[in-house]
């Protein structure tokens, strides 16, 4: 039973992809993360054993700590957060709980490096319209809230990638781009392990209004709408991937949330 200091996996995977999501925090030991690598979506791995010289890095934040099975190691680490002011919760049963809920877990090997500060940094082409703002949302959400985004001309994406150590994606001859009939978001979330019923829905209508096929799904027309709206909008990239954020939350509740419910204006005009 959850008590205010633990969370419970069903709850945990109702924040996960939100904008409410807690910052999650894996600090199973090595052995126990060589036998399964992978994470839970948008945790990072930091060492237990040196908690006291990070917690001060999650000030201010709302943190679940993960460790194998939701005890000694977590219970700690929570606890030792708690003492430095940060708001933490242990994940109930920890990853091992997780697993056997059959939650969707992200191959740490398919994550890019990070930064100095912690940062998966990704570089793309400038003047993004659709998949170049679903793709930093789904990484945002699911892989690396605090993953930063160079837009630059679309001829210099590979040379900046290079100088810059940053992962290139949505443009020609790299891994993270449009495979066959699929775009770069339909990639990401098959690679990345996210292949749930509302991503794979997004996913779809991403791809109708990314490729032009709205006939693949009724609420492309809409998305595209969106989307050209915003880049019309906004001359500044990082100004509309922060507007975007928010288009691509509420279509990803529509999709987990809200596909069977409708809406009619009622009236209740006596009939003559």
Known sequence: MSSYTSISTEKLSRLIGTANAPTLIDVRIDEDFAADP????????????????WASRLTGQSVVVVCQKGQKLSEGTAAWLRHAQVAAEVLEDGHVGWKEAELP????????????????????????????IACPWLIR???????????????????????????????????????????????????FGLATP?????????????????????????????????????????????????????????????????HNWPTNKAKP
């Open 38 to 53: 992978r994470l839970i979506p948008g945790a990072m791995r930091r060492p237990h054993a040196e908690v006291q010289e």
């Open 198 to 262: 509302p991503l794979q829905r997004l996913a779809t209508m991403v791809r109708a209004a990314d490729t032009g096929r709205l006939d693949l799904s009724p609420e492309a027309a809409g998305l595209l709408a969106a989307s050209l709206g915003l880049s019309r909008m906004y001359d500044d990239d990082l100004e509309q991937l922060s507007a975007g954020m928010l288009l691509y939350d509420a279509f990803f509740r529509w999709c987990r949330d809200a596909t069977k419910e409708t």
């Open 141 to 191: 959400r699911f892989i690396d809230p605090a993953a930063v985004f160079l837009f630059v001309a679309s001829a210099e994406v590979q040379a900046v990638a290079e100088r810059f150590d940053a992962t290139p994606f949505d443009v020609e001859n790299v891994f993270w781009s449009h495979r066959g009939d699929l775009c770069t978001f339909d990639v990401m979330v098959e690679e």
């Open 105 to 132: 877990t992200v191959p740490a090997g398919k994550i890019p490096k990070r930064d100095g500060r912690g940062r998966t940094v990704w570089v793309t082409r400038s003047r993004p319209k659709i998949d170049r």
